[in-house]
């Protein structure tokens, strides 16, 4: 019921399920969530984890932030993004906004060993890699400060292991 009532798109007071993007203002953004539940509902709970418990409004933000945002950028002849981060419900809205946008997502699941990582990226044919960056719990791209320090590779991998918690990179 939740994922129907977030794929439909309301035309001239018909139902019909929504397919790709629904043009907005200057075709720059579009709406791709059911806006009916945000508006007549905004505080009732619609997604909860074990940190956050978001009401419809909070998830039809998120849901076309997303989905916008995989339409303005290249994803290839695919279209397909890969999702890496712990279970939460921030990762379902990744995968379910890119749905909404009609991305393929990947799940890269946060318990995978480099190697399977590489294998998953690899073989997915995904143009973006999405990670959820623990410490400060946003979506952000692996990397960081070199806080002075010259060696640039040994940042690059010290980041990425403190951001992606995987250790044998």
Excluded: C
Excluded at 61 to 75: C, F, K
Excluded at 80 to 101: D, K, Q
Excluded at 114 to 129: F, K, N, P, T
Excluded at 140 to 165: C, F, I, N, T, W
């Amino acid at each position: 019921q939740w994922f129907g009532a977030l794929a439909r798109h309301e035309r001239g007071g018909e139902q019909r399920r929504h397919v790709g993007w629904v043009a907005g203002v200057g075709e720059q953004q579009g709406r791709y969530a059911d806006a009916g539940l945000a508006v007549e509902r905004p505080d009732e709970v619609a997604l909860r984890d074990d940190r956050v418990a978001l009401g419809w409004a909070d998830v039809d933000e998120a849901l076309n932030r997303v989905a916008n945002g995989a339409h303005a950028i290249d994803l290839g002849p695919h279209r397909r993004y890969a999702v890496f981060a712990e279970n939460s419900s921030e990762t379902v809205l990744a995968h379910l906004g890119g749905l909404l946008a009609g991305v393929s997502t990947v799940p890269a699941n946060f318990h995978l060993n480099v190697d399977e990582l590489a294998y998953i990226l690899g073989h997915s044919g995904a143009r973006v890699l999405l990670t959820h960056h623990r410490k400060l719990d946003k979506w952000l791209q692996l990397g960081g400060h070199a806080d002075g320090d010259p060696d640039v590779l040994a940042v690059a991998l010290r980041e990425a292991r403190e951001e992606s918690g995987l250790r044998d990179l």
